[in-house]
């Protein structure tokens, strides 16, 4: 995949104190760190430790109950929508449309310029341009995953959240995976994303924090190391 | 103006799929065409009580209808999480409910003209005469249907037994709407002018009503 | 708490004394007779719930700008205790239609309304019932609850204008058609006890909740444990 088309503005992402209630639940407790603009950050820990929620405050989807969030770095006026862009569990887009549709759906709502020329592009990078015309439905695992990313690309965000992103991915979808995001993070883009254990992907990681039962446990900027992160508990 | 064309580009997604697979509109004709002839099976009315009750029970066969297709309105959105998409990139989240809402309504009155004929035949009224005053309430009468169906669906969608609470939600609340346009309806088919006037008036009422109440409340409907 | 029990013996007090007041102050009314006294008790009952609902809606509005707790408590006690005197409002109203004119039900425009009132409330709490997660729940139902008040005076207004083309018996012949002066005063009276009862009503279905609430709470931290 080749991001050489924009430049991006270095953005990075903090945490201040932030909790999320459900009921009576803490799904996030006090959460405080701060991820560097241009880092390639792992979010590690069991499920139900609260990486998901955290990824979708990060991403604007959830409000947090307490605390805040924001985007150091980031200037206003900055191209299209400034809003991170988001990878989650499902693919975040309309199964009954093609891939062209779709993305052309998300590029006039989000106004970006030459919406047809941005994603006509964007299909050729991730790959589905030959595919273009199918319907999502049709598309493999694999696929899936791509036509995800590039929906979460579409606006040229300067920081991307992925939640469990290798989940389901045969070793080649890995790769082609690891190799995307090595390149925008070269491009500038800040990556976040939550993992399970260790993988071609973890190893692009330049900073790791652990949650469990939304704490934070440890955190590569405190000292842990980025092995003992991923791979705290598992044994 | 943003919103409009957000609107404008969100009602072509929500045509879009629906005229490709068209599961919607068909399923709806087919529902009120077996309402209106299991009404008409339970009551056998007579050529003047077809006249006088016919209109009530298309109202409620309509009703009826657009509480089943309404189902899907939000619901679809849930399965691939596309609502969050829509949130994350729309700039104001009421051009989501306003597509929504605008097909909805394009759709109950494209099942309602198909319906129409039927409707004309098996309870012998005269739809055409007053074409245009029927149009204009069955429009209104469905915009309103529309509007409050687009917001409780929303609702139901995040709770649980959601096919029957819909209903439960929306049919108390239309009441109004039911009343008015039934009467209008009567009216017109017994050609009364004074009577649809102030009909019409209060179907336009309750369509801007629940339409500011959507504009100032929809963004919590669609909150997480 | 005691000032709870206090307001609950002045709310029953009250009561009785104006049931009081409805059968031995009230002068007997010509046409009707006996059965009209069921007026002040039907009319008190329906402001009361009507007040009832109103304070729900507040709660409603409230929570969705707030999001503090309380306020769900307030409605969901607003919605409960305005359905309850509106089941009663519902039952009098028969019970006076049948001996006046034998039949129990008219499709008397305010009653109707009254019935379309009481299912939207009926919706509101089953709503609550069919969402688990409290703030959720709280948030949804809210909602609705603004909707649903919002639709009153749509619904009253559609039905009366309905009842104009159909014109159907009126139960209790026109509210507050040229009442004399110490009916006007018993009736006043009663809507007055009927709303200190609806206040004590609401106060304790909202400790209610409120210690529901509470120990939920804590049982889930004593289970998280």
Known sequence: ?235 | MSLFSNTTVLLSKELRTEFRSRELLTTTVVFILVVLILFSFSISPTTEESREFGPGLLWLAILFAASLMLQPCFLREQSNDTLSSLRLAVSDPFSIFLAKLAANTLFLMVTELIMLPFFAVFYNVPVLPEFSWLTLVLFLGSLGISIAGTALSAISAQARMRELLLPLLLLPLLTPVLVVSATVTVSLFDREPIVKGKGIAFLAVFDVVFLTALWLFGEYLLEE | MSKRIGLGFVATLLVIASAYASFYIAPEERTMGLIQRIFYFHVSCAWAGFTAFFLCFIGNLLYVWKRAQKYDWLGVSGAEVGLAFTTVVLITGPIWAHPVWGIWWTWDARLTSTFVLWLLYVSYLLLRTLVEEPDRRALLSSLFGIFAFIDVPLVFGAIRWWRTQHPQPVIMGGQGSGLDPTMKMVFFFSAFAMHVLMAFLVAERYTLEKMQTETDLLAREVEAQ
């Not at chain 1, 080749?2 to 999320?20: A, H, M, Q, Y």
């Not at chain 1, 050729?124 to 995953?145: A, D, K, N, Y």
């Open chain 1, 1 to 235: 995949m080749t991001v050489t088309s924009f430049t991006i503005p270095p953005t990075g992402l903090r945490f201040e104190n932030i909790d999320k209630r459900y009921g009576g639940r803490y799904a996030l407790r006090r959460v405080s760190f701060e991820i560097e603009a241009g880092e390639c950050a792992v979010l590690a820990g069991r499920n139900g430790s609260g990486k998901t929620t955290l990824l979708r405050i990060a991403g604007q989807i959830v409000r947090p109950t307490h605390g805040r969030l924001s985007f150091p770095g980031r200037t206003a006026g900055s191209d299209g929508n400034s809003r991170p862009g988001y990878v989650g569990h499902s693919t975040m887009v309309y199964d009954e449309l093609t891939a062209e549709e779709n993305l052309l759906l998300f590029a006039k709502l989000q106004k970006v310029e030459s919406p047809a020329e941005r994603a006509e592009g964007l299909l050729r990078e991730v790959g589905l341009f030959e595919r273009r015309t199918s319907l999502v439905r049709t598309f493999s695992r694999g696929m899936r995953q791509r036509i995800a990313i590039a929906r979460a690309l579409i606006h040229r965000p300067s920081v991307l959240l992925l939640d469990e992103p290798a989940t389901g991915l045969d070793p080649l979808g890995i790769t082609w995976l690891a190799n995307s995001l090595r390149e925008l993070n070269r491009a500038g883009c800040t990556v976040v994303m939550s993992l399970h254990g260790e993988s071609e992907i973890s190893a692009l990681a330049t900073r790791a924090v652990r949650l469990d039962a939304g704490n934070v446990i440890a955190d590569t900027k405190t000292g842990a190391s980025l092995h003992d992160i991923l791979m705290f508990g598992s044994a």
